[in-house]
Every structure is written in C-alpha cells, then in structure tokens.
C-alpha cells in the first residue's frame, strides 16, 4: 500500500517513515485567500517538515455556503457550479484546489481526499413516502406501523445539469433519515417503500444496527447508487491529482461496498498500491480487527484505541504506567495497518479540558 511518494523532491531528502498532516479544523479559515490557496503556500513548509501526506477536508459541495463538507450535497461539485448559493465550498474553487494538489505533488506530497460517502443533506426538494419508526437506541426495534412521511430525499442537483454524473437521486436511493416535514418530527425512520430492503447487515452492531448515522443514510446496495460512487472516486483521484482517500464513518457503511469501492479505485485509477485509510471511531480494538481482515491490507485504520491511551496518560499524569501505552491498540495488533494520531477536529473539543 502506497504510505506517500518513495521520496521527497526538495532538496534530494527521503522520507523513511511516513508523515501525515490533517490540514484543517472546525473552525479553520484564512482573513484573506481561500484555504486551498493558504495550503498551496504552506506546501514548502511542510516538506521542509518532513511531511509526506496530506489529509485535506471534503471537498464537495456542501449544503450550505461555508459547510465543511461532511453535510455533503453533490460529491461531484468540487467548486465549480452554481449550487447553494455558491460556486466555491468553503475551501475554494476546484481549480485551486488542483493547483493546489499540483504544488504538493511538485513538493513529493501526496494528497489524500476525505470521502464522505454514508450521506447525503441539503435535498432539493421533499418527496412522500413509507416509512417505519425505529427505537433511536435499538434500530432493529419498530415503535409503530408503517406510515406515509415527507421526507428531504430529492437531489436534483439543478446548477450542475447533470454534467460528470446525470443520476438524480431519490429516497429510493436511502435507507433511512431522521426528520418528518409534514408532522415537524425528528427520529429515526427506516424507509420502507416499495423495494426496500432496510438497513445493511454488513456494519457495525452497536444500537443493534448502526447504518443509520445522519443526514439521510445512502443505500450503497442499489445498482444506481453503487454505479455512481464507484465511477466517483476514480474520477476525483484523477481530476484533483490526489493520491489516496480518508474514509469517514465507516462502521455505518456496507462493509462490501467498500471493499469493491477501493479495490475500484485502485483499478481505475491505474494504482494497486492506492492509500486509503478509514475512520472507524471506537476505543475497542477488538471491534476494529474484523475490519482489518475483512479488508485484507487495502486499507489502513486510524488507531483511535491508541488515542485514547494518550489522552489517558495526558490526564494521569505521573500516575499512568507508560509501559502500557501501546496496550489493545492497533499499533500492537496490526502496526502494517495503523495510523496513529494524537487529536483530530473531532476530539479536540471533547478532550482538552
């Protein structure tokens, strides 16, 4: 698995170990330039560093103007049409951000694009449909009947004209969502219209099944769905000139279509050694191991057990035992598959006091 270039450009130095760098945060913005130029200009400093790859934010179209990118609107807008009341995202214009990709890889830095394929929000439109309740706490429990629902499940995608991809997407392509316009309710509703098949058995079983996360939840088994997003990450390897993927939230994801999802990748793209690695959020290594042998090496794994022993220490201070730091963590079990990290945009708030 490619783990960033063989070798950095500036100044013949090589880089034995690889080095990422998370190159935003919640709350990130520059007074004067977008942000894919700000990192355009820090691209020197970080090779100086050492850096060899780069993890930037979703660059999708998100539902509103400075979204982050994780309220993903239209994967296939990286800045380039007129959609929400924007052309650019919150980091920029697609063309600064392939100018940006290009003076990193000038500088032996590969990019990695932060994926955000559970999830969809900022429809277009609502539509009417079944639906069936579930217990928010035990998703495999119904609180009631099937019932008729408006939902925002409607992406037309109107500013774009169908131009890269001209599938417009429906609740038929959805598993579930939490919001009820017509009664003004927020739950957890399965959709349970005609030819639905639920929740995929193939993620995580915390709340008995946890496919349903946020937003309104894709159904990566429909035909049209798997179709769009396997020809989508190809094609934004090759438009942006990055060279690998974060995969978020991925314990709420068909664990199948991912697979296919990388192994596509790495086929179109034309790169058998593809990086991706994947956030799969839980301190319990042993429920990250099934992960790791169902993907067989393609795809690596943020160690967040070995982040919670961090901020463990952090915060015993002289009383922790360092000895144990590497303890049921994903360094210790599989060191080929982990990334380790201290903090990240989600934990900063959570764990620094």
């Not at 994780?70 to 007129?82: M, N, S």
């Not at 730091?325 to 990290?341: E, H, K, Q």
Request: aromatic share 12%.
């Amino acid at each position: 698995m490619r783990r960033g270039p063989e070798t950095q450009q500036h100044e013949g130095l090589t880089a034995p170990n690889p080095l990422m760098i998370q190159f935003f945060t919640w709350d990130c913005s520059h007074p004067t330039m977008s942000w894919w130029k700000h990192f355009e200009s820090e691209v020197p400093h970080l090779a100086e560093l050492g850096v060899t790859q780069v993890w930037l934010p979703p660059p999708n179209k998100a539902m509103v103007p400075h979204g982050m990118g994780y309220d993903a609107y239209d994967l296939w807008d990286l800045g380039e049409f007129d959609q929400k009341d924007a052309i650019a995202t919150r980091w920029g214009t697609k063309d600064e951000l392939i100018a940006a990709a290009a003076t990193a890889r000038a500088h032996g830095i590969d990019i990695l694009i932060d994926a955000i394929l559970n999830h969809k929000i900022g429809a277009d439109r609502t539509e009417r449909f079944t639906a069936v309740p579930v217990d928010p706490n035990y998703r495999l429990r119904d609180l009631g009947p099937p019932q008729e629902i408006e939902g925002w499940t409607a992406f037309d995608y109107p500013g774009r004209h169908g131009k890269y991809s001209d599938l417009k997407w429906t609740h038929h392509h959805f598993t579930g969502l939490d919001w009820d316009q017509s009664t003004k309710t927020r739950g957890v509703f399965r959709i349970a219209s005609e030819n639905h098949q639920g929740w995929s058995d193939w993620v995580d079983k915390e709340l008995g099944n946890y496919d349903y996360l946020l937003g309104i939840d894709i159904d990566h088994r429909h035909p049209e769905v798997k179709k769009d997003l396997l020809a989508w990450g190809p094609w934004v390897l090759e438009t942006t000139g990055a060279m690998g993927f974060r995969l978020d939230a991925i314990k709420h994801m068909d664990r199948r279509f991912l697979l296919e999802f990388i192994k596509n990748a790495r086929k179109l793209h034309g790169r058998e050694n593809l990086f991706a690695v994947a956030e799969y959020w839980s301190a319990n290594v042993n429920l990250i191991k099934p992960y790791i042998r169902t993907f067989e090496s393609l795809l690596s794994f943020f160690d967040v057990p070995l982040h919670y022993n961090f901020h463990n220490a952090s915060k015993a201070g002289s009383k922790y035992d360092l000895r144990s730091i590497l303890d049921s963590t994903l360094i210790n079990f599989r060191p080929g598959d982990a990334v380790t990290f201290v903090d990240n945009h989600d934990t900063v708030s959570d764990t620094i006091d």
